[in-house]
């Protein structure tokens, strides 16, 4: 694409593509243009506009019932929006269900983890590879006779040291392995944005530096938008941190900026 | 070598039995091959149900009409165009059971679960309905009678013995081709959809449309054995279309053990050789004993039969090693 000057990328940023002040071009993943959502009269998200840079890592906070997992909803698709945009890679995703956004390169995670309790841990794994590829119509091979398919959800399962457990059933396995799956089927289908809700919901301290060790490993080149209670995660792993309070985002910087933001400190790290 | 031997003895007990299903002509006399027949018949109408009913997790309560449309289609075609020809009649009878899953499919599949289950009960007595209400085409409640064994054009009659083959051979063909389908991606999509639409379709799968097509792959095999059926007993009424008929074989898979493939046909095993025996006492009684007998499966196998054996073998296999 041929670069545009700065001051001619209109206000929409319809082209999906920016320069930074030392002219490299910034690709612009994610675009959310003043999203609302009621539920009735209750106004869960007021307005929000946020963009998210290509391989950027950013983080969104807020106390519960802030509008987090409803943000996470309607940029997945799976709750339609009262108004405002989305755009991902340049084209408007607002009114998309959520398998279209997932083959368009939008992957998410689950607060409460989504599996496939009652098939193994390898089987998981290909059933998310395939479901962004037309291998997942193939009727007549078996699952596990796609190599290029079985090798890598080989790396992925090594990853998290679950290689050895792939013919145990999910059910089988412990809290902390559960979320790690979590992640690794969101990350199967290589997705260019991944939205991680609370990866580290219901973990020990320990499980949880051992997840983000393994985020951090993991998703270097992926753009994350994650939210979580649990500051560590935050601060290690954003590079920029938005405060969603209300269904508004009241402050966003870099996490040290929100570490000293008066009000942040206020309402969501509390005044201790 | 040790891996390819523990696969082998896993398959020992399907080739057992498809040993004794080969020699069971010259084992058993002619009643209880034509009760083998049946189970056959209606454990593949069991199996086809059980991709949908027990992987997918729809409950569909209108796979007897399915199975009533493609047996009647063979039947009507050879009473009012004197068709005789297997090679017509098959295909015409598959078309309209496809042709069926398809529109019921597209109108039940607007709702979920229980909601589901009622649709498809109704469109399914809709069926039943008609083969009783234009009873001058289609016998009414007396049925259709006097269906042939199938004509292959081959130059030779068929026997009942053949006819046992005949319903063997395309059992096998049929429970391997969904035996691939089940082990294949689109397979286990249909499981992950059991487990978690939602999380289905943040994978990227079009849930819809994947449930569709297992519905119409399930009705085509409901096609097949009714077709087969139709053949072997010569007979369609409405009964072999009504919701009686499709409970029966949700029940088959319910005791032999649902999302498990070959616990369709040992339910459907089950219900035959109990009906057999039962009625040869009392046939008053037959309801009750099968009313006991679920109830009693699903006591003591919740999951069905077919997991409690699994296991069995499996650890007949570890004891081996």
């Not at chain 2, 091959?33 to 149900?49: H, K, T, V």
Request: charge should be neutral; glycine fraction near 8%; include cysteine.
């Amino acid at each position: 694409m041929r670069p545009t000057k700065p001051s001619n990328v209109p206000a929409g940023f319809s082209i999906g593509v920016l320069l930074n002040v030392t002219g490299d071009a910034i690709v612009v993943i994610l675009e959310v243009e003043k999203v609302a959502k009621n539920y009735g009269g209750l106004k869960v998200l007021m307005d929000i506009s946020f963009r998210l840079k290509s391989g950027e890592k950013v983080a969104l906070i807020g106390p519960n019932g802030a509008g987090k997992t409803t943000l996470f909803n309607v940029l997945s698709g799976f709750v339609p929006l009262s108004s405002g945009k989305i755009r991902f890679l340049g084209r408007e995703i607002t009114h998309l269900p959520p398998e279209t956004r997932a083959s368009l390169g939008l992957a998410r995670s689950f607060q409460i983890s989504s599996l496939f309790p009652q098939m193994t841990v390898l089987n998981n794994v290909l059933l998310a590879i395939h479901g962004v590829q037309p291998t997942r119509y193939h009727m007549f091979r078996s699952i596990t006779a796609y190599e290029d398919d079985l090798t890598r959800a080989r790396e992925l399962l090594q990853l998290v040291d679950l290689w050895n457990k792939r013919d145990s059933l999910i059910s089988a396995l412990g809290h902390g392995e559960q979320r790690q799956m979590e992640i690794i089927l969101s990350l199967a289908s290589q997705p260019k944005l991944l939205l991680l809700d609370e990866p580290s919901a219901g973990l020990t301290s320990d499980e949880s530096d051992k997840l983000i060790e393994m985020i951090h490993g993991l998703v270097a080149d992926t753009t994350v938008l994650l939210t979580a209670h649990d500051t560590d995660l935050v601060f290690t792993l954003a590079e920029r941190v938005m405060v969603l309070y209300y269904g508004e985002i009241i402050a966003q910087g870099t996490p040290e900026e929100i570490q000293n933001d008066p009000r942040v400190r206020e309402i969501y790290l509390g005044s201790e | 070598m040790v891996f390819k031997k523990a696969r082998f003895i896993r398959f020992v007990p399907s080739l057992a039995l498809l040993l004794l299903l080969i020699a069971a002509p010259s084992i058993f006399d002619r009643v209880f091959i034509s009760l083998i027949s049946q189970i056959l018949i209606y454990g593949l109408l069991a199996m086809s149900l059980d991709l949908i009913f027990g992987y997918t997790g729809m409950w569909s309560f209108c796979h007897a009409a399915i199975f009533g449309v493609a047996g009647y289609t063979v039947g009507l075609l050879f009473k009012y165009y004197s068709i005789k020809s297997f090679w017509v009649l098959a295909p015409a009878g598959l078309s309209m059971a496809v042709l069926t899953s398809l529109i019921f499919g597209f109108v039940a599949l607007r709702a979920r679960t229980v909601y589901f289950l009622l649709i498809t009960f109704a469109l399914g007595q809709l069926i039943y309905g008609m083969t009783i209400k234009f009873n001058k085409i289609t016998g009414g409640s007396d049925g259709l009678p006097d269906i042939p064994f199938p004509d292959l054009g081959l130059g030779f009659s068929f026997t009942p013995t053949y006819m046992y083959y005949f319903i063997l051979i395309i059992f096998i063909l049929s429970v391997f081709v969904l035996y691939r389908v089940i082990h294949s991606p689109f397979g286990h999509s249909l499981q992950g959809i059991r487990e978690s639409e939602n999380r289905m379709r943040a994978l990227g799968y079009k849930v819809w449309l994947h449930r569709y097509i297992a519905f119409v792959i399930s009705g085509f095999f409901a096609g097949v054995s009714g077709i087969l059926y139709a053949h072997f007993s010569g007979l369609m009424t409405p009964d072999n279309t009504g919701f009686t008929a499709s409970g029966l074989v949700m029940i088959m898979i319910i005791i032999g053990g649902s999302g498990t493939l070959w616990g369709a046909l040992i339910g459907s095993f089950i219900i035959f050789v109990l009906e057999f025996y039962v009625s040869g006492i009392s046939t008053d009684r037959w309801p009750i004993v099968l009313g006991v007998c679920f109830v009693v499966a699903v006591m003591f196998a919740r999951r069905g039969i077919f997991p409690v054996l699994d296991r069995l073998w499996n650890k007949v296999m570890a004891q081996m090693d």
